[in-house]
């Protein structure tokens, strides 16, 4: 990861349609080979192809699993009433966020799943990404053994910063929200709420970093591995160590108000 602006090269992606879909996938991906063969979408009640993390009435989530034996995981956006017969200028299309998304931010060094496939249709979207390890999760990690994360301080503040030197910011920066991979590299998750603005919206950062200090000292990490973070982000991002804190402080204490009042958690100051 790095904070220093400069873009890389990252997998090559087309875009075709086939039939009802529209897909853009990375070159190569057996995703298009189901296309071909018609056999997009998957049938959701196939407990062998999908498993279910999370659905309501406005995205479902889980994994897919192919019979190659690779498995992706999707975000499924349905399309209802109205907003399902509006041209694409005229409705936001949350899957196609994800992907642009996830592409910036690989291109900047940022540490996310790496984008598979986006495929819309006029009656649903999906976006695939590689699947990672849900259960090394931070906050999993942190409720097992806190000394598991001591060595992570210097590669969580590199990340924070590495994602708004790319204009972008999270939104639900939690600890559930970034995972460990196969290789001890951090990655963020779920960029359903985030945003990429130029310049960067310094108040969402501030709210990124915030929501990331409240969760690992709601875990249980002391504040001075906190207080670690602030200074390695604000020697990244070439801002005052006390300026950022000045800033941080309030923010910390409405979220932690915020927790308390909801779920019972002890009052968290910075």
Request: charged fraction near 30%; glycine fraction near 6%; proline fraction near 4%.
């Amino acid at each position: 990861m790095s904070g220093n602006g400069l873009k890389r090269r990252i997998p090559a992606s087309r875009l075709q349609q086939l039939g009802d879909w529209r897909c853009r996938a990375l070159v190569g991906s057996p995703i298009w080979s189901l296309l071909e063969q018609g056999q997009w979408p998957p049938d959701l009640d196939d407990s062998t192809r999908i498993t279910t993390l999370k659905r309501n009435s406005r995205n479902h989530s889980g994994l897919l699993q192919l019979a190659d034996g690779s498995s992706f995981y999707f975000k499924r956006f349905p399309h209802f009433g109205l907003r399902s017969r509006l041209p694409d200028a005229m409705r936001t299309r949350r899957g196609r966020a994800n992907w642009r998304l996830s592409r910036h931010l690989q291109r900047h060094h940022v540490s996310v799943a790496q984008a598979e496939a986006l495929l819309e249709s006029r009656g649903e979207d999906w976006f695939l990404a590689e699947a990672l390890p849900a259960r090394r999760s931070l906050a999993k990690l942190a409720r097992v053994d806190g000394e598991l994360l001591t060595p992570l301080q210097a590669p969580l503040a590199e990340l924070l910063a590495a994602l708004h030197a790319a204009n972008v910011t999270h939104g639900d920066l939690k600890w559930g929200n970034i995972l460990l991979d196969g290789q001890n590299r951090l990655r963020l998750v779920d960029l359903d709420s985030a945003r990429h603005a130029q310049p960067l919206d310094r108040k969402r950062a501030d709210e990124d970093v915030a929501r990331c200090l409240v969760s690992a000292l709601e875990l249980g990490m002391d504040l001075a591995w906190a207080r670690g973070i602030v200074r390695g982000y604000a020697e990244r991002r070439d801002i005052s160590e006390d300026t950022l804190l000045t800033r941080l402080r309030p923010v910390v204490a409405r979220i932690s108000r915020r927790h308390t009042a909801r779920y019972g958690r002890a009052p968290i100051k910075l």
